[in-house]
């Protein structure tokens, strides 16, 4: 039975993006957590271009035919490969003792980085309820 | 990717701010203290953040990795301060010198101020990551509703 | 018996609008089933679209979270419309299965 194929891409891409969110918010309470340690830079997960790159078409980019061939880098090939960038993020203001974390930018995106995760798992949970409900022919 | 690992970093943030505070009220309350245990005025103290990383790693590879990943934050040192003590012409004071100087210590009272309304702030920033990564893990939990 | 007068139903025509040939005064079991078709293609139209608005707000395209909330429950909503009619219809065709003739 092809129980796989019921739950699409965007099933496997909420979950997905459930685990990146979840990184980068141990990256924003990692940044706050240091905001008064000297000579820190904010570092921060970038994954959403790799994102975009994998749900546009996974064998267009730069997939391998063999198992000694070297993956490229830059898109991932297919969803599960998705893993994020840890980049730093240049602060504009640097303080005296080589700090670089802005406190209010550190909030804000930790608030949205908040509800961006609240949302997906609330879109998930209506996904498999959808699901449920089909299977079960009523409501 | 759990949150606990988030939590105790906020954690350890909280415990180091929570140092810092009772640092500064030690300042604050000793601004006038001319004696100390170890003799001389008190000495302002301070205490030293340093980032730590928060899974150690045993190969090559994963040293590499860690310049990036997420940090804790822990004090590692409580620094005394060094600067000469402040000065005060009072000749009757029993901690008066030869010349009737005695020593105050160096605290700015404006300062410890500044540090501690700081402290403050970082300590609810870090309440406020704590309190979200909770709410997001119990929002996981309604998906098996 | 005209079955022919559910697609009269104000409600549902008006939900799903369809374009009405020009001799559909014809067997009301082919307007109905023509009726069931284009529903369910609307249907799942509504859940490609609200799959796409997902998909937009996950790579960061598309800061609008009410558009994606919007467009999952207008999917939901006519899924669960669907699946009402369609029991509907079934218990509908077991009762005149049921009739002694």
Same mark, same amino acid.
């Given at each position: 039975?092809?129980?796989?194929?019921?739950?699409?891409?965007?099933?496997?891409?909420?979950?997905?993006?459930? +685990?990146?969110?979840?990184?980068? =918010?141990?990256?924003?309470? %990692?940044?706050? %957590?240091?905001?008064?340690?000297?000579?820190?830079?904010?570092?921060?997960?970038?994954?959403?271009?790799?994102?975009?790159? %994998?749900?546009?078409?996974?064998?267009?980019?730069?997939?391998?035919? =063999?198992?000694? =061939?070297?993956?490229?880098?830059?898109?991932?090939?297919?969803?599960?490969?998705?893993?994020? +960038?840890?980049? +730093?993020? @240049?602060?504009?203001?640097?303080?005296? +003792?080589?700090?670089?974390?802005?406190?209010? @930018?550190?909030?804000?995106?930790?608030?949205?980085?908040?509800?961006?995760?609240?949302?997906?798992?609330?879109?998930? %949970?209506?996904?498999?309820?959808?699901?449920?409900?089909?299977?079960?022919?009523?409501? | 990717? *759990?949150?606990?690992?988030?939590?105790?970093?906020?954690?350890?943030?909280?415990?180091?701010? #929570?140092?810092?505070?009772?640092?500064?009220?030690? &300042?604050?309350? &000793?601004?006038?203290?001319?004696?100390?245990?170890?003799?001389?005025?008190?000495? #302002?103290?301070?205490?030293?953040?340093?980032?730590?990383? !928060?899974?150690?790693?045993?190969?090559?590879?994963?040293?590499?990795?860690?310049?990036?990943?997420?940090?804790?934050?822990? !004090?590692?040192?409580?620094?005394?301060?060094?600067?000469?003590? #402040?000065?005060?012409?009072?000749?009757?004071?029993? *901690?008066?010198?030869? &010349?009737?100087? !005695?020593?105050?210590?160096?605290?700015?009272? !404006?300062?410890?101020?500044?540090?501690?309304?700081?402290?403050?702030?970082?300590?609810? /920033?870090?309440?406020?990551?704590?309190?979200?990564?909770?709410?997001? /893990?119990?929002?996981?939990?309604?998906?098996?509703? | 018996?005209?079955?022919?007068?559910?697609?009269?139903?104000?409600?549902?025509?008006?939900?799903?609008?369809?374009?009405?040939?020009?001799?559909?005064?014809?067997?009301?079991?082919?307007?109905?089933?023509?009726?069931?078709?284009?529903?369910?293609?609307?249907?799942?139209?509504?859940?490609?679209?609200?799959?796409?608005?997902?998909?937009?707000?996950?790579?960061?395209?598309?800061?609008?979270?009410?558009?994606?909330?919007?467009?999952?429950?207008?999917?939901?909503?006519?899924?669960?419309?669907?699946?009402?009619?369609?029991?509907?219809?079934?218990?509908?065709?077991?009762?005149?299965?049921?009739?002694?003739?």
């Amino acid at each position: 039975m092809p129980v796989q194929g019921i739950f699409g891409n965007t099933v496997e891409l909420l979950g997905k993006t459930l +685990d990146l969110r979840a990184k980068r =918010h141990t990256m924003i309470s %990692a940044n706050l %957590a240091n905001v008064e340690t000297p000579g820190y830079t904010a570092s921060d997960i970038s994954f959403e271009g790799q994102l975009k790159s %994998a749900l546009k078409g996974g064998p267009n980019s730069g997939g391998v035919t =063999h198992p000694r =061939h070297i993956q490229l880098k830059g898109g991932a090939a297919s969803l599960e490969k998705v893993q994020g +960038d840890l980049v +730093d993020l @240049s602060s504009r203001s640097m303080g005296p +003792d080589g700090n670089g974390v802005e406190m209010e @930018s550190e909030m804000g995106r930790l608030a949205e980085n908040q509800i961006m995760y609240n949302a997906s798992v609330q879109i998930l %949970a209506k996904k498999f309820e959808g699901l449920k409900q089909a299977i079960r022919g009523t409501l | 990717m *759990d949150f606990f690992t988030s939590m105790d970093i906020s954690a350890s943030a909280l415990a180091a701010e #929570r140092t810092r505070m009772n640092l500064i009220s030690s &300042n604050l309350a &000793n601004v006038n203290s001319t004696r100390t245990a170890e003799g001389g005025p008190y000495r #302002r103290k301070d205490a030293v953040f340093t980032a730590t990383p !928060v899974t150690e790693g045993k190969s090559f590879g994963a040293a590499l990795s860690r310049a990036n990943e997420a940090r804790s934050v822990q !004090v590692t040192q409580i620094n005394e301060d060094q600067r000469p003590p #402040r000065l005060q012409y009072e000749p009757g004071h029993p *901690d008066a010198d030869a &010349n009737g100087y !005695v020593a105050y210590p160096n605290i700015n009272v !404006v300062e410890e101020m500044a540090d501690m309304i700081t402290a403050s702030r970082s300590y609810e /920033a870090n309440i406020t990551a704590t309190q979200a990564a909770k709410s997001m /893990a119990l929002k996981t939990l309604d998906l098996l509703r | 018996m005209e079955i022919s007068a559910l697609t009269k139903v104000g409600g549902l025509s008006q939900a799903f609008p369809v374009q009405e040939a020009q001799g559909t005064q014809g067997n009301p079991a082919v307007g109905f089933g023509k009726f069931l078709e284009e529903m369910v293609s609307k249907v799942n139209e509504q859940q490609v679209t609200a799959d796409k608005s997902i998909q937009a707000l996950a790579t960061g395209e598309s800061k609008g979270l009410h558009e994606v909330m919007l467009a999952v429950e207008k999917a939901s909503v006519s899924f669960q419309m669907l699946t009402q009619v369609r029991n509907k219809a079934v218990e509908a065709y077991q009762e005149i299965m049921r009739m002694p003739v």
